[in-house]
């Protein structure tokens, strides 16, 4: 069964800094690995999507790497700003879960001004 | 992407009664998805809503609980049955337009059984 994990729970930097947010899955067979974000009793915003044969995707200041045989994945965040704050989820799709989506736990970012 | 809808987008509700969930999605859709998202946790898969026949549910979930209907490909409805304040929830609805591509997701409906 799969399992994703999310470390740190929980982060505060002052606005500017480069922060990295870590995902690591237990079963490294997955078709692809997906970055959310979710702001206060809202839904989900997808931030990156990286294929499983991919090793990293870029969209403005974020950027997702994937490291497959090693169950890891990163999104790093530039120049942080205090309108990135928020939680940020990580999920895979397994191979033998057909679509379904397997969720870390998150990490929740606190950018301060 | 997919601009999703829910209906409703909040509600509170007494304990024993039912309500139903509703999404639309704005183009079709191969895949539709209910999950839940309980206070402080993530998320969890209810079911996949298949169009034209049952959903498939996951373990922990059944459909006396939480029957699902999905009549056509931008649409589908999740019921949260005989409701208790255990039910209290984020509901979200997910749709991917072909396998393994992104999934994208409604706004959610947040539900608080007293």
């Known amino acids: 069964k799969q399992e994703v994990t999310q470390i740190p729970a929980a982060l505060s930097v002052p606005e500017g800094e480069n922060l990295v947010l870590n995902c690591s899955f237990t079963d490294s067979a997955i078709y692809n690995l997906q970055w959310f974000r979710q702001d206060p009793g809202k839904g989900l915003t997808s931030l990156l999507l990286i294929q499983s044969s991919q090793r990293e995707q870029t969209s403005g200041r974020l950027n997702a790497s994937l490291d497959k045989s090693s169950g890891r994945s990163t999104l790093y965040i530039a120049a942080s700003q205090p309108g990135d704050s928020a939680t940020y989820l990580c999920a895979v799709m397994s191979e033998t879960s057909g679509s379904r989506l397997t969720f870390g736990e998150g990490t929740q970012l606190t950018v301060n001004p | 992407s997919a601009v999703i809808s829910q209906k409703p987008s909040r509600d509170i509700c007494q304990r024993g009664t039912s309500l139903t969930i509703q999404c639309q999605v704005d183009?079709?859709?191969?895949?539709m998805f209910w999950y839940r998202q309980q206070p402080g946790q993530s998320l969890t898969l209810i079911a996949t809503?298949?169009?034209?026949?049952?959903?498939?549910?996951e373990s922990g979930f059944v459909i006396d609980k939480f029957p699902i209907s999905r009549p056509n490909l931008t649409f589908s409805t999740l019921t949260v049955s005989n409701m208790s304040p255990e039910d209290s929830s984020i509901y979200l609805c997910?749709?991917?337009?072909?396998?393994?591509?992104?999934?994208?997701f409604g706004p959610g409906t947040r539900l608080l059984v007293l």
């Open positions: 997910s749709v991917e337009r072909r396998l393994t591509e992104t999934q994208y």
């Open positions: 183009s079709q859709v191969t895949m």
């Open positions: 809503a298949n169009q034209g026949s049952e959903a498939t549910y």
